[in-house]
Structures are given as structure tokens and as C-alpha cells.
């Protein structure tokens, strides 16, 4: 009976190590205007975002994100809150592949629009890629698909120049306007604990955004965003 319990111990005392050996960090974000695929989530206003980051030497991660929003009179939602977990494995020299989900819930909403979004991508250096899928989008019974690259590479001075590009498909996009394309063109560098970023969101305009970023909420008008931000705990 003793070596039996050694043997179950075993698989214990191994998630324990990988406890052990995780690292937990926060962030803290102010930016201008709150971008999600393109489209405004704070009627072109700033907004104030945090997360609690965990991460395991195993591959595993996990967190919760917050950011104020403002959808505009059809809903009372003030707070978005994520929870999202995820694995990364490497399939070689820089090759990574990953997966994860997401849960997406809003507070102050009567109409209950949360829902989940499953994802897999692969990176390579400085470049990634990844596929999203909701199988119930903003609790609509309708799917949902987000497909997007991004690319980032160094400049002089610690510069960094930042690419995004990506397309919003699926059941959900056609009944609400048209599916559509987005993108970001964007520089950001480090000040010590402070990270700094610029950049100019635009793409394909989604129906419900034309009458202009300022006045309508989901607008994909152009503008240029600009995040100041930081990582706790400082000095790592």
C-alpha cells in the first residue's frame, strides 16, 4: 500500500514543481482608444486595462484581463473581463505552436452577451499567426471566426516596428453587417518600467461604424492609439 501511494504522489508533486517554478505578473494599461479586431470597444474614448499573468515552465499559462468599456445606449456593459488559459509547445529551433480559449464576460450587462473563443497559432521568431473561433459569439447562436499575422522587428534606438493584419468571418459577421479586414501599423519602445506604443488602426469599414468613430460604438474608422503601460513586479 505504500508503494502505491509513492506512485500516485508522483504526478502531485510534479504539478507542485510546476507551481513552483511559475512566474505571476500584472500589468497595468491606459490607452487612448480600446481596439479589439479593428473595431472601438470604448466609442473611440480611452480606457483603462490590468491583467494577472501566470505562467508555468511546463507550457501552461493562465490570466484574467479587465478593461473599461463603452458600448453605447444599447447596453449598460462598463467592465470587460477576461479569463483565458492556454499551452504552448515547441515544434523546433524558434517554432512554436499554441493553444488556448477565452471567456469573455461583461459586467453591467442585463442582455448577457458573454461568450467563449477557442484558439491555435503557430510563432516563429518575430512572427506569429493564429486562428480564432467562437462557437457562440456575444451570445448570438451564431459563429464567429478571426484570422490574424502579426510581425514585429527591431529598429535603431530600441524601436520596434509592429504589423497586424487580420479578417473577422463567419455566420455572425454576414447577418451583422459584412465580414471585413483590419489592420495596425505601430512603433513601441521600453522607458525603463514604462512600455510606450503608437499606432494606426484602420481596414475595411464594418457596416455599423459609418457614422464615425466619435458618435457610433464597434466603429473600424482609422485612428491612431496610443498605449502607455507597464509590467509588475518591476526590476525583473
Do not use: C
Amino acid at each position: 500500500m505504500k508503494s502505491h501511494k509513492s506512485v500516485l504522489a508522483l504526478p502531485v508533486l510534479a504539478v507542485a514543481a510546476s507551481f513552483a517554478h511559475a512566474e505571476v505578473t500584472g500589468t497595468i494599461t491606459a490607452v487612448s482608444d480600446y481596439d479589439f479586431h479593428g473595431q472601438s470597444q470604448s466609442k473611440g474614448d480611452p480606457a483603462l486595462q490590468g491583467s494577472i499573468d501566470w505562467a508555468g515552465e511546463s507550457g501552461l499559462s493562465a490570466g484574467i484581463w479587465a478593461s473599461t468599456v463603452d458600448f453605447g445606449p444599447g447596453t449598460d456593459a462598463d467592465v470587460e473581463i477576461d479569463l483565458y488559459a492556454g499551452y504552448e509547445m515547441s515544434l523546433g529551433e524558434d517554432l512554436t505552436w499554441n493553444i488556448g480559449g477565452v471567456y469573455y464576460l461583461y459586467q453591467g450587462d442585463g442582455d448577457d452577451v458573454d461568450y467563449p473563443e477557442l484558439s491555435t497559432g503557430i510563432g516563429y521568431k518575430d512572427f506569429s499567426a493564429k486562428i480564432w473561433f467562437s462557437p457562440d459569439f456575444v451570445n448570438s447562436d451564431e459563429t464567429a471566426w478571426y484570422a490574424e499575422a502579426n510581425y514585429s522587428f527591431g529598429l535603431p534606438a530600441d524601436f520596434s516596428l509592429d504589423l497586424h493584419a487580420g479578417y473577422s468571418f463567419g455566420d455572425y459577421w454576414k447577418l451583422a453587417g459584412g465580414e471585413y479586414f483590419d489592420y495596425a501599423i505601430g512603433v513601441s519602445r521600453g522607458f525603463g518600467n514604462l512600455d510606450v506604443s503608437l499606432k494606426w488602426v484602420d481596414g475595411s469599414d464594418y457596416a455599423p461604424g459609418d457614422f464615425g468613430r466619435d458618435d457610433a460604438p464597434f466603429s473600424s474608422k482609422g485612428t491612431v492609439i496610443l498605449s502607455l503601460g507597464t509590467t509588475l513586479p518591476w526590476g525583473k
